[in-house]
């Protein structure tokens, strides 16, 4: 069965550093999709993209991330000038059409030190 | 804003029922969802039910939505050790909107 993959499982950065996150959606989805969860909190909608273009995203998203569709097969999540405040764990997820079932991603472990 | 609850904690003896409970604040949801997330692992889409419906029945889960009271449950019949886990409610809350407003999960403890 298809399945949304994301590397790496587990980063450990220093704070001030830039990350890369990345995702390979499953392949014929069109929507993609970051969230992130704070250990013990909610999962939180970080972002959505559409035909190369942000299509809706959160407060929590600001100058700070960034996404990207490089090729045809990978999604990315930088971050730049990481904080503590980012350590959580971020998933990646696709759908195939607008508010449909989306599908998530093992997540990254994301620690700032 | 849109808002989505659920009881922190369940604990159940392994071949019971567990009913797992959500409630939300938005009527506009297309989709209401369930996920599990198992310890250090991502979120397994378990069910989902379209907002035009009340039940929704697969194996051994069935999903019961009351959209007068804004009410979701999750219902696991034989509850088994391997149904241990974080248990979300999510729903596209707002309409026109893809992002998912995820509860705070409910803990299922299955007691052998």
């Known amino acids: 069965e298809p399945e949304v993959t994301q590397t790496p499982s587990h980063q450990v950065t220093q704070m001030g550093q830039e990350v890369i996150l990345r995702c390979v959606p499953i392949?014929?989805?069109?929507?993609f999709y970051w969230y992130r969860q704070i250990l013990g909190q909610k999962v939180e909608f970080l972002v959505s993209?559409?035909?190369?273009?942000?299509?809706?995203k959160s407060e929590i998203f600001d100058d700070q991330f960034s996404v990207e569709r490089p090729d045809g097969s990978n999604f990315t999540l930088k971050i730049r000038s990481t904080k503590l405040e980012d350590s959580a764990m971020y998933f990646c997820?696709?759908?195939?059409?607008?508010?449909?079932?989306?599908?998530f991603g093992p997540g990254t472990r994301l620690l700032v030190l | 804003g849109e808002d989505v609850e659920q009881s922190l904690f369940l604990s159940v003896r392994e071949g019971d029922s567990s009913v797992i409970n959500c409630t939300y604040t938005?009527?506009?949801?297309?989709?209401l969802y369930w996920y599990k997330q198992e310890p250090g692992a991502g979120l397994q889409l378990l069910t989902y039910i379209f907002s035009n419906m009340d039940m929704k029945q697969d194996q051994r889960l069935t999903v019961l939505l009351n959209k007068k009271d804004k009410h979701l449950s999750l219902r696991i019949a034989d509850t088994q050790t391997g149904d241990s886990a974080i248990y979300f409610c999510?729903?596209?809350?707002?309409?026109?909107?893809?992002?998912?407003?995820f509860g705070s999960g409910t803990r299922l403890q299955v007691q052998p």
């Open positions: 392949s014929n989805h069109l929507y």
């Open positions: 993209f559409y035909n190369n273009e942000i299509s809706e």
């Open positions: 938005d009527s506009s949801s297309t989709y």
């Open positions: 999510a729903g596209d809350l707002d309409t026109g909107r893809r992002a998912l407003t």
């Open positions: 997820a696709s759908s195939f059409q607008n508010q449909e079932t989306q599908y």
